[in-house]
């Protein structure tokens, strides 16, 4: 089973701040949280990644609890063309099964 | 450097029918991944394989056989394909702790 609990849906206005929450209550000390994300049928595209540190990249910011409990992905200004589904999984460093969850459809409103 | 790709692009089958899905990825990594999904539904794990002749069931392996051919290349197997199976079928590589590259996906339909 997934390891992340997500809201199913959301909703963003066009230019306004997505923020896309993940609870991940059982996380391991060695895990770290990861976000993908899929357009339409496409395969799913990764966005950023963390351990502890909330981090930034070009596509989008990752704020971690400090408890790491849970965590959120901001995408700073929503464009149409980040409506897609958010997954956000828990991805260790001494193993390989990687599992996803049903994600967050994130529909953005002109 | 044409990361993960996938053959064939869609595929019809009948019920009963066996075929096999090609994966192949160029980036040199160890791991390598099958999923499924189904239609409004996320990625449910298939197989996966850690590294070259290693391979471990996932969520949904049954009435799938992957192998692990070397390691640019893992294939999916239906022995005897069912409507259930109806679904699209992603590949994807990475090295341990790093992300996943997913290819475009195969769609099979089975009647």
């Known amino acids: 089973d997934a390891k992340t609990t997500q809201p199913p849906s959301m909703d963003c206005a066009e230019g306004r701040a997505a923020n896309l929450p993940c609870n991940h209550s059982t996380i391991s000390g060695n895990e770290y949280v990861y976000w993908y994300r899929q357009i339409h049928s496409q395969g799913p595209q990764y966005i950023i990644h963390?351990?502890?540190n909330n981090e930034t990249n070009e596509m989008a910011s990752l704020i971690i609890t400090e408890d790491r409990k849970s965590s959120t992905l901001i995408l700073p200004h929503a464009t149409l063309r980040d409506t897609a589904v958010y997954y956000c999984i828990l991805t260790g460093t001494s193993y390989d099964k990687v599992i996803f969850g049903p994600g967050t459809s994130l529909s953005v409103i002109p | 450097n044409a990361g993960v790709t996938q053959t064939p692009k869609f595929q019809v089958l009948k019920t009963g029918q066996s075929m096999t899905l090609q994966c192949a990825q160029d980036?040199?990594?160890?791991?390598m991944y099958w999923y499924r999904q189904d239609p409004g539904m996320g990625l449910r794990l298939i197989y996966y394989?850690?590294?070259?002749?290693?391979?471990d069931k996932g969520e949904v392996p049954n009435g799938y056989n992957v192998s692990r051919l070397n390691k640019r290349e893992f294939s999916l197997r239906l022995e005897s394909a069912a409507p259930s199976q109806t679904s699209v079928y992603f590949c994807a590589s990475r090295h341990l702790g790093y992300e996943q590259y997913f290819g475009p996906g195969t769609r099979l339909t089975v009647t």
């Open positions: 980036m040199n990594h160890n791991s």
């Open positions: 963390g351990l502890k």
């Open positions: 394989s850690a590294s070259e002749g290693t391979t």
